[in-house]
C-alpha cells in the first residue's frame, strides 16, 4: 500500500498543498474550520509527515538530545535518579510531540561524537545531566549557540541554565537533625569532588559542623552502594566511637548501613544514619531510612519547561527546588 501523500491530504479536505503544508507545519495562519478539515483528513488517510521535508521548512527537528556524562554501566546501574530523569523528560516532551535522543558521554572519543552530532544540527536543543567538574561539553555547547540546559547546577563557570535542588540547605537540615538528637561523633560519606552535587553536600555537612563547635569525620565515595560500604569501613577504622554518619546520597547509605550490620553497630542504637534524595529503596532498608527528599521526577519536567522557555525566547534563570527532611528509624 502506498504511503498517502500530503496532496492527497488537500485533496480530502478540499484544500491547496500550501494550505495543507501550513496545517502540518503548525502555522496559526489557518482559519479553525480548515485547520480542522485538514486534521481529519490525516487522520482518515492515515498521513504521516515526511519528517526531512518537514525540517526544511520549519528549521526544526523536533528532537532533544539528553547528554549524559556517564558511562553506559553507570546509567543502566542501579542508581534510579537517571532512569526516572530519562523517563520523566520523555514523557514531558512527548506531551509537545518531541522525543529525546539518549547520548552518553564519558570519554574525549564521546565527547567528540556528541559536539558532531549536534553541531551537525540533528537536535533543537541540549539536556545535560551528571556532569563532572573537567567536563568540556558545557562550553564547547555553548559555543554551538544551541539552546542547552543542565540537570545540575554545572561545575564549570560557563553560562548555561540548570535545574538543581537546594544540596547545601539540605544537607544542613540532615545534619542539624543528627546534632538536635544528640549526636556528637558525626561523620560524613561524602560524594565525588568533582561533582557539584558531591561539593555541596559537604559543605552543608561542615558549615553545621563548624557552627557546632564539632569535627569533621570525612571519607569520599562516588554515589554508588559499594563505595558507601567501603566508606563506612573506613570511618569506622578511622573513629571507632562515631554515633552518627551523613551519607550524601540514598545508595552510599545502603552500603554504608550494610557495613554497619557486619561490624556489629545497631542502628540507631548506636550509629544513626541520614540520606539524600529518597530513592524507593530507602522505605525498605533495614532499618528504614532517614533521608532528605527532593523531587527528581519534578526536576527533570522543570529541565525541559527551561528548554522549551528558551525556544521561546524564554528567560534563562536557573530553577531550584527545595528539599524535605523525611524522617525514618534510622535516625
Known sequence: MRRPTLEAVAARAGVSRATASRVVNGQTTVAPHIRDAVQRAIDELGYVPNSAARSLVTQRTDSIAL?????????????????????????????????????????????????????????????LISMHGADPLPAALSRLRVPVVSYGRPAVPVDIPYVDNDNVGGAEIGVRHLVETGRRRIATIAGPQDMIGGQDRLAGYRNVLRDSDLRSIVAIGDFTRESG??????????????????????????????????????????VAVVGFDDIEAAKYTEPPLTTLRHPVAEQATAMVQLLLGLFEGGPAEPVIMPTELVIRESA
Open 67 to 127: 547528554v549524559v556524562s556517564e558511562p553506559g554501566t553507570r546509567v543502566f546501574s542501579e542508581d534510579p535518579m537517571f532512569s526516572t530523569v530519562i523517563r520523566s523528560a520523555s514523557v514531558a516532551l512527548e506531551a509537545v510531540n518531541k522525543q529525546v535522543v539518549l547520548m552518553l558521554a564519558s570519554s574525549a572519543k564521546s565527547h567528540a561524537r556528541v559536539e558532531r552530532y549536534i553541531s551537525g544540527g540533528h537536535v533543537d536543543g541540549v539536556m
Open 229 to 270: 560500604a567501603v566508606a563506612m569501613r573506613q570511618l569506622l577504622r578511622d573513629d571507632p566511637d562515631l554515633d552518627a554518619v551523613f551519607v550524601a546520597n540514598d545508595l552510599m547509605a545502603v552500603g554504608a548501613l550494610q557495613s554497619l550490620r557486619h561490624s556489629g553497630r545497631r542502628v540507631p542504637d548506636d
